[in-house]
């Protein structure tokens, strides 16, 4: 547990005489405070939160333990994963990569490829995988207006030892501000899409429409979106054969409840398919707040003296009784919860911090800036 000095707005300036606050690595302190079995017993977790982790983890190995056959665990589709792939999806159509849905297809692999590089690596494995009808012509498609860097017989002829590095002229700079866990967790979605059980021999610009309303689901499945942009986005012929295709993925049971709606694409994702939603946005964390316990129109260190005058040799005791039980030190929120004293999340927690240098000054107490260091003073000898 980091111990902090005192704030020099807030406080007295400390002591010269009074060797400077450090900080330093854990010690033998913290090492015999991690393994005390009394704070195990009082329900002390050293350090803070540590109990639950142990807790939680305990939980996952006896899960582990478990013969039952488990499912493979599939990562969620995040928000910001989720956000990525409508803008690099809208960059591509933006820019008008690929005429037709393989070339489209392939755009869209190599934009999420290279939403942070600028370019993308590609081998002949991934135009097995993409099962493009002509991979050489869809390559062509994107090279000759300049959106792809590479010639068709570099980059569907690279093997997995030496990929074709394509370059993305239009996608320089990591223009999303993106990190690489983000990137790929984009990318693993559409690729786990697109190799779905409901996929299989199907064409591109079937499954590419099956991937883009999933993508545009809410986290409930619900799914709305403009139908000219479904063709735009999947460069299919137009909305008659966008609803065809719907109405076979809803026989198929990707998507249910289908209907078009004032020139809006209106669906739910099935049971079977709703897992492919993006996972909503968790609340945030409320700040951990104590109110004040001291008056706050009194100065911090009138405060703090009416918190430790008259009582430096009870509090030293306690301090010394709590090491020789325990091996070590208590934390300086142990000595603020026992004795009353504003918490570290309080308004006033300056007043503990104060306390505590004038027990320092004053020789009572000793060990500070180190780990569950704390004990008896010199004036204690």
């Not at 290279?114 to 099962?131: S, V």
């Amino acid at each position: 547990m980091t111990q902090h000095s005192v704030a020099d707005d807030v406080t007295a300036p400390r002591s010269s005489s009074l060797p400077p606050l450090q900080f330093h690595k854990p010690g033998e302190d913290l090492a015999a405070a991690m393994a005390c079995t009394r704070c195990k017993e009082q329900g002390i977790s050293i350090p803070p939160g540590w109990g639950q982790k142990k807790a939680d983890r305990a939980t996952r190995e006896e899960a582990d333990q478990d013969d039952a056959p488990k499912k493979r665990r599939t990562p969620p589709f995040t928000f910001l994963q989720w956000q990525l792939l409508h803008r690099i999806w809208d960059k591509v159509t933006a820019d008008g990569a690929g005429d037709e849905p393989d070339s489209r297809l392939l755009a869209l692999t190599c934009a999420l490829r290279g939403a942070i590089r600028g370019y993308a690596n590609l081998t002949a494995q991934d135009f097995r995988i993409l099962r493009l009808e002509d991979p050489h012509d869809s390559v062509r498609r994107l090279v000759e207006p300049g959106w792809l860097r590479t010639t068709p017989e570099e980059a569907v002829e690279a093997q997995a030892m030496a990929p074709a590095q394509c370059g993305l002229p239009t996608i320089q700079g990591n223009p999303w501000g993106v990190g690489q866990g983000i990137r790929s967790g984009a990318s693993g979605w559409v690729s786990r899409t697109l190799s779905h059980k409901k996929m299989r021999k199907k064409p591109n610009g079937m499954r590419m429409t099956a991937v883009y309303v999933a993508a545009h689901a809410t986290p409930e499945g619900d799914i709305s979106v403009p139908a000219e942009k479904v063709v735009s986005a999947v460069r299919i012929s137009g909305t008659d054969e966008l609803t065809s295709l719907l109405v076979r993925w809803e026989e198929l049971g990707w998507i249910e409840d289908f209907r078009m709606t004032d020139g809006n694409v209106v669906a739910r994702l099935t049971e079977l398919t709703r897992p492919l939603a993006h996972v909503p946005v968790p609340p945030p964390t409320p700040p951990m707040t104590a109110p004040a316990t001291t008056p706050q129109d009194v100065p911090v260190l009138e405060r703090a003296r009416a918190l430790v005058e008259g009582r430096e040799a009870k509090i030293a005791d306690w301090v010394g009784a709590f090491r020789d039980e325990h091996g070590h030190g208590p934390s300086w929120g142990m000595v603020s919860e026992h004795f009353g004293w504003p918490p570290r999340a309080a308004p006033d927690h300056e007043v503990t911090q104060e306390a505590l240098r004038m027990l320092e000054e004053g020789g009572w107490l000793t060990g500070f800036g180190v780990p569950f260091g704390l004990r008896r003073g010199s004036a204690q000898a």
